[in-house]
């Protein structure tokens, strides 16, 4: 999907703006002054090609392909399925509920969305009339979670994004965030097999053609220390 600014859930459309940022900050938006805790982040994108070597396997670092490429290929995979989830266990799963990369493709914004059946049943009260009230799951459902993550598709450095993303009241962390990621990044090389094949890093060729080997990419997200901590 290809969004302009109007077409964002709710939040994604105000965590765009600080992406330039460099702490964790709190905003208040949208119905009834939700608070929402940002986390900054610098992602960077890394690939290795993958080879045997006398039975074992190697890696060598490769180039890696640029973010906004990737994420054009994530759209795809997308609209495909009927979910791209990443399930844990106990039936935990963490799933992709929307995604829209920017008319300009200056970013990208992800939805990504937790379902928890392990989790008690939630309760709602209201102490001043003095009833609280149970809301069970039916069979097969769980509690759910959200987090908007937003990147800038234009590098700050090689190979290097600004990232920010928001959870209300902490409901996905960013190892959860991180981990979705990278297991999108294999979908994406799952149903894209013939782009992500590169030519063996020692020249090794067959019938007198370079010997094809994948070529796998992975994520890092190193977290931004707040101006505050720092100067503390």
């Not at 610098?42 to 074992?56: I, Q, T």
């Not at 509920?97 to 969305?113: F, H, P, Q, R, Y």
């Not at 003095?130 to 979670?145: S, T």
């Given at each position: 999907m290809v969004c302009g600014s109007g077409d964002h859930r709710d939040g994604a459309m105000y965590i765009a703006a600080y992406l330039e940022a460099s702490r964790l900050i709190y905003i208040?938006?949208?119905?009834?002054?939700?608070?929402?805790?940002?986390?900054?982040?610098?992602?960077?994108?890394?690939?290795?090609?993958?080879?045997?070597?006398?039975?074992?396997?190697?890696?060598?670092?490769?180039?890696?392909?640029?973010?906004?490429?990737?994420?054009?290929?994530?759209?795809?995979?997308?609209?495909?399925v009927e979910c791209l989830y990443r399930e844990l266990p106990n039936e935990i799963k963490f799933y992709l509920?929307?995604?829209?990369?920017?008319?300009?493709?200056?970013?990208?914004?992800?939805?990504?969305?937790k379902s928890d059946p392990t989790e008690p049943d939630q309760t709602?009260?209201?102490?001043?009339?003095?009833?609280?009230?149970?809301?069970?799951?039916?069979?097969?459902?769980?509690?759910?979670?959200?987090?908007?993550?937003?990147?800038?598709?234009?590098?700050?450095?090689?190979?290097?994004?600004?990232?920010?993303?928001?959870?209300?009241?902490?409901?996905?962390?960013?190892a959860q965030v991180h981990s979705f990621i990278n297991h999108l990044f294999r979908e994406c090389r799952a149903h894209h097999k013939n782009a992500y094949k590169v030519a063996h890093p020692a020249g090794v060729m067959e019938d007198g053609r370079p010997v094809l080997v994948n070529a796998l990419h992975t994520v890092d997200l190193n977290g931004k220390i707040s101006d505050d901590f720092l100067n503390d």
């Open positions: 208040c938006f949208g119905v009834g002054m939700t608070k929402r805790q940002l986390r900054f982040y610098d992602l960077k994108v890394k690939a290795a090609a993958r080879y045997e070597v006398n039975n074992e396997m190697i890696s060598t670092n490769v180039v890696a392909f640029p973010l906004l490429d990737i994420m054009k290929q994530a759209v795809t995979v997308f609209d495909s509920a929307d995604m829209c990369i920017e008319e300009d493709e200056s970013k990208v914004t992800l939805l990504i969305n709602i009260s209201n102490p001043i009339l003095g009833e609280r009230h149970d809301l069970e799951k039916p069979d097969g459902f769980g509690n759910d979670y959200s987090a908007h993550v937003c990147i800038n598709l234009n590098p700050i450095g090689p190979n290097l994004y600004s990232m920010v993303y928001e959870s209300p009241r902490g409901g996905i962390p960013g």
